[in-house]
């Protein structure tokens, strides 16, 4: 099963850029990279995703490594609202089947 | 838009009896997903729908849960009998198409087993 490997729990101040890495070494050529975040008491939320290029909307960026095997999620400038656990998944392309693993905490502290 | 709905939001039961939550997805949504969430973990997918046919079932208990999706928008999945383990929140997604859509995710339905 497809699977990304996260760090626990990250920190970052209010106002300053969060940086979420993500290792996602055993994707294949046709599946995304997706990223959710869940706050408490929701369900997901999606942010954003991508196959190769990097991608930006209002929410956040996604850097692709060359060879896809990482990426980082950026979220420009940190509100105590995005304190939130963040996955990163990579999903079938065939299936649209996603496998959610434990994901960043992430605190923003002001 | 309106997004994915779900009720109720919180229910208990006592252990050995029935349980049913409701999901009614984004309109136009073709894929309806049922996740299950125990605390502290990820969602983890029991069942995917594509209009109202079965895509994955794959890691549905089938022997006390049962999900369906009659007329390929809401749906209903079902634990009878509920066990203590099945303490958990129930999400319902829905997307687009399969391939490469974003889901949507409601805010679940937290059971509770006593």
């Known amino acids: 099963d497809a699977k990304t490997t996260q760090p626990p729990s990250m920190d970052c101040a209010e106002g300053r850029a969060a940086n979420l890495p993500c290792n996602h070494s055993?994707?294949?050529?046709?599946?995304?990279v997706y990223w959710y975040r869940q706050i408490h008491s929701q369900g997901p939320q999606y942010i954003i995703h991508?196959?190769?290029n990097n991608e930006t909307n209002e929410m956040a960026s996604l850097i692709i490594t060359e060879d896809r095997k990482s990426s980082t999620l950026i979220l420009p400038h940190a509100t105590l609202r995005d304190t939130a656990v963040y996955y990163c998944?990579?999903?079938?392309?065939?299936?649209?089947?996603?496998?959610f693993g434990q994901g960043t905490t992430l605190q923003v502290k002001p | 838009e309106a997004g994915v709905a779900q009720s109720p939001r919180y229910k208990i039961i006592e252990k050995r009896q029935s349980v049913a939550f409701w999901c009614n997805p984004i309109?136009?949504?073709?894929?309806l997903y049922w996740y299950q969430q125990i605390l502290g973990q990820g969602p983890k997918l029991l069942i995917q729908?594509?209009?109202?046919?079965?895509?994955?079932d794959s890691q549905l208990p089938k022997d006390r849960f049962s999900a369906e999706r009659l007329k390929g928008v809401d749906s209903t999945l079902k634990i009878q009998p509920a066990k203590l383990e099945d303490s958990a929140v129930y999400l319902c997604?829905?997307?687009?198409?399969?391939?490469?859509?974003?889901?949507?995710f409601g805010d679940g339905t937290r059971l509770s087993i006593l």
């Open positions: 729908f594509q209009n109202n046919g079965v895509v994955d």
């Open positions: 991508g196959l190769k």
């Open positions: 998944i990579f999903g079938s392309s065939n299936t649209g089947k996603l496998i």
């Open positions: 055993t994707i294949s050529g046709n599946e995304y």
């Open positions: 997604a829905s997307s687009l198409h399969q391939r490469n859509q974003p889901q949507h």
């Open positions: 309109s136009g949504h073709a894929t």
